[in-house]
């Protein structure tokens, strides 16, 4: 598997899957999740909701990962995640690689070959951009995968400093 890493915005995206660091309602909210649900369209909301009165009645569980369309996106598919809120006084760094195991699961159930990903948790949920880069690569690159491109589709240039660290030097 090919990872490559870009600065910009994961909703201009061209790829079968982007993977959108959701909240556990499913129903959009802000960062990422805002943008995607935007310009997206209402297709994700309504898919969201069906999954919420379906299987998802509680929300989706942190570390989880489900798929939906992907609307006006340049995406067959958005693959919904929620991360952890980083804690000082406990070790959540299972559930953050969970999310982008999961994701890969989906991803191959779906059959994509291209998946972008954002730097999950590390918004508002407030994930150190250094581990959370090195939780990302590392999980990616241990998980067995049909996908072809892990793109790590990164907002500033922090965030891609801190990628560009941990893919190159694993």
Same mark, same amino acid.
């Given at each position: 598997?090919?990872? !490559? ?5 994961? %909703? +201009?995206?061209?790829?079968?899957? #982007? ?7 499913? =129903? ?52 919904? !995640? ?5 804690? %000082? +006084?406990?070790?959540?760094?299972? #559930? ?7 994701? =890969? ?66």
């Amino acid at each position: 598997m090919k990872i !490559t890493l870009v600065h910009g915005d994961l %909703t +201009e995206q061209h790829a079968d899957a #982007l993977v959108n660091a959701a909240n556990s309602s499913l =129903l959009g909210g802000g960062g990422v999740d805002g943008a995607i649900h935007r310009k997206g369209g209402p297709e994700i909301l309504a898919e969201c909701r069906r999954l919420r009165a379906s299987h998802y009645g509680r929300g989706l569980a942190t570390g989880h990962a489900v798929a939906t369309t992907a609307g006006r996106l340049h995406a067959r598919w958005v693959i919904h !995640t929620v991360g952890p809120v980083h804690s %000082t +006084e406990e070790d959540r760094s299972p #559930l953050l690689a969970s999310c982008y195991r999961e994701s =890969l699961r989906v991803a191959d159930e779906l059959g994509a070959r291209t998946v972008a990903f954002p730097a999950i948790s590390t918004g508002v949920y407030r994930w150190p951009m250094d581990d959370a880069a090195r939780i990302a690569v590392e999980a990616v690159r241990s998980t067995q995968t049909a996908v072809e491109e892990v793109r790590f589709v990164l907002f500033d240039e922090r965030a891609y400093a801190a990628f560009a660290e941990w893919v190159g030097n694993l």
